[in-house]
């Protein structure tokens, strides 16, 4: 079975910190790995993903993830956080035919000026 | 190029009643997916449709809810009759090909049940 864990419902972090929010899976197979983005009011958007090339993924807007399959982490950092970074971010995992995903409850992320 | 198109964005209606929910998808995207996101848990799958079939219905909590799309395009899910437990925010996304990697996401429905 698929499932994802994401620690902590919230994340605070200042204006220029690093930005840490962090994914644990469990899957039957090999997994393609996705964080996406909610923004207030607009549906969710595509950040990053990991489809079984490089372990070491980068994304839209400075963020990045590392796949740790001996972690079982697919972790999202960003070296210094921005204001319009405020959102909700969701971990999810797919398998091979990416015909259904598994998300993570979401984090929230707020930044403090 | 319109995106996923969602309505209403928020409903409110009492438990008993019946909602219908609609998802436009990208023109052309013949794979739909409906998720649910009940009370700040994890989103959650209900369904695929791929153009007027359905693929995948394995999500959907019970027979209370109905999905359809006549003609491929756009989507509805009705909910009757509603209960408190079905609130929520109910997502649609599409996406062209089955087993592309990428679903593009409407802004979702929220639904409330008094």
């Known amino acids: 079975a698929q499932s994802v864990t994401q620690l902590g419902s919230h994340v605070s972090v200042s204006e220029g910190a690093l930005v840490l929010l962090r994914c644990n899976y469990s899957?039957?197979?090999?997994?393609?790995l996705f964080w996406y983005v909610q923004y207030p009011n607009q549906g969710l958007q595509l950040l990053l993903k990991?489809?079984?090339?490089?372990?070491l993924v980068k994304g839209i807007n400075g963020f990045e993830a590392e796949f740790k399959k001996s972690e079982t982490s697919f972790h999202l950092t960003k070296p210094s956080a921005h204001m319009s970074d405020a959102a909700e971010y969701f971990c999810?995992?797919?398998?091979?035919?990416?015909?259904?995903?598994?998300f993570g409850s979401g984090t929230k992320l707020n930044v403090k000026p | 190029e319109a995106g996923v198109t969602q309505f209403p964005s928020h409903s409110v209606i009492e438990k008993g009643q019946t909602v219908t929910l609609r998802c436009d998808p990208i023109?052309?995207?013949?794979?739909l997916y409906w998720y649910r996101r009940v009370m700040g848990k994890e989103i959650k799958f209900l369904l695929h449709f791929v153009k007027e079939s359905k693929q995948d219905e394995s999500g959907m909590p019970n027979n209370r809810f109905l999905a359809e799309r006549t003609g491929g395009t756009y989507s509805t899910l009705k909910v009757q009759p509603a209960e408190l437990e079905d609130s929520g925010v109910y997502f649609c996304?599409?996406?062209?090909?089955?087993?592309?990697?990428?679903?593009?996401f409407g802004a979702g429905s929220r639904l409330t049940v008094l």
């Open positions: 996304a599409s996406t062209e090909d089955s087993g592309a990697n990428v679903l593009t």
């Open positions: 023109s052309g995207h013949d794979n």
């Open positions: 999810a995992v797919s398998l091979y035919n990416f015909n259904k995903f598994y």
């Open positions: 899957s039957s197979v090999p997994p393609y």
């Open positions: 990991y489809t079984s090339a490089a372990t």
